[in-house]
């Protein structure tokens, strides 16, 4: 199996800066779990990435400041091989997801720094088109360090119910949006709990619950689909050990049976397995697993759900772990790799 990784290459903003190399690819034997270096390509500050396995093309983009004009880049890959094709001027700051939507044939770019979500359309070999729109909201939330106004953070394609959910950490809030005219359109609002900051969001495979992680006060937000909306139920916390008061969640992932999420928490260095039971709503923290390194930024499960790759961006280093009914086994470790920001399975 293999999978790519992106680094911080650069500074990024007050007290996030990298020495990556940009975008690398390795492979991981599925037996030994050995993770072997393939390939690597030189790009600032590649933040995220989302791959179109369709036309054999990877979607990033510069995490950098408004005022460092970033762009959005689209690469032709082969074997991790990169050729750049396209580069876009990026209408906000810092972006930091970048979501593929198949369905509308258009990429989801969110900008932490400026507040917005922007929608390029691509044309018929998947390459950008100039963005077509610009979703901005006003606001913000409870913490004026960190909520002062709007933080987009993600959009995820809700499949189910043929929606975009807009995740944003600034204001609290969860946004669902119906594609009209080209157009994505506001239909709900729903707020989780005050100064949690929400910042990824996974679904359960039946389609009627998701789980929110926010990032600020190292929770995750169960949301039940009901009365045709996303509603929220209830907040878990993700954490048992002592953080010293400044909760750090990172990403979120979900087992394939959905029975396991699996959470990473950067002030602790770890990852939090808990369980769900859809019968009776119960999600319970089971396990802090250690990610064996200082800042587990992201992490991926491999398509078999047999592995889980975690980057641990300020020690240099990728962590292999297998899983065994939703529990993590320490497999490998590869020190070395620079400022990983984001690991994703192709």
């Known amino acids: 199996m293999n ?12 007290g996030l800066s990298g020495n990556g190399i940009g975008i690398q690819y390795f492979n991981i034997d599925p037996v030994t779990s050995k993770i072997t270096l393939l390939e690597s390509y030189e790009t600032i500050n590649p933040g995220y990435f989302t791959l179109n396995s369709t036309d054999q093309l990877l979607y990033t983009f510069q995490e950098r400041q408004q005022t460092l004009a970033p762009k959005l880049l689209c690469f032709k890959t082969e074997k991790g091989k990169l050729e750049l094709l396209q580069s876009l001027e990026i209408n906000g700051g810092l972006p930091c997801h970048i979501l593929h939507l198949k369905k509308y044939n258009c990429l989801m770019v969110s900008c932490y720094e400026t507040g917005n979500f922007l929608k390029y359309d691509l044309d018929e070999n998947g390459i950008p088109l100039p ?3 610009n979703i901005k909201y006003t ?6 360090d960190r909520q002062e106004g709007p933080h987009a953070h993600l959009s995820y394609y809700d499949e189910a119910h043929d ?35 929400p910042r990824h969001l996974v679904q ?14 190292g929770e995750v937000s169960l949301l039940k689909w009901q009365n045709d909306a996303w509603q929220w139920i209830k907040n878990v916390s993700i954490m048992t050990q002592d953080h010293n008061n400044v909760a ?18 950067r002030s602790t260095n770890s990852i939090s397995i808990l369980k769900f039971d859809p019968e009776t709503e119960a999600l319970n923290l089971i396990e802090e697993v250690p990610t ?24 240099e ?6 899983i065994n009914e939703g529990r993590l086994e320490l497999m490998d470790k590869m020190d070395g790799v620079r400022s990983v920001c984001c690991v994703g399975f192709g």
């Open 204 to 217: 359960h495979p039946g389609a009627n619950y998701s789980f929110v992680s926010n990032e600020m006060k």
């Open 163 to 197: 929606l975009l959910l807009l995740i944003d950490l600034g204001n609290d809030k969860i946004y669902s949006l119906k594609y009209q005219n080209d157009q994505f359109v506001q239909t709900h609002e729903l707020s989780v709990p005050a100064g949690g900051g």
């Open 3 to 14: 999978f790519y990784t992106s680094s911080y290459t650069e500074h990024v903003g007050p």
């Open 292 to 315: 064996q390194g200082v800042t587990p930024r992201d992490f991926e499960i491999s398509p078999d759900g047999k592995l889980l790759i975690v980057g641990n961006q300020d020690s």
């Open 317 to 322: 280093s990728l962590v292999a772990f297998s």
């Open 248 to 265: 750090s969640a990172s990403a979120i992932k979900i087992s394939k049976c959905g029975q396991f999420i699996y959470c990473g928490v």
């Open 139 to 144: 606001g913000g939330s409870i913490n004026q």
């Open 131 to 133: 963005f077509s729109q």
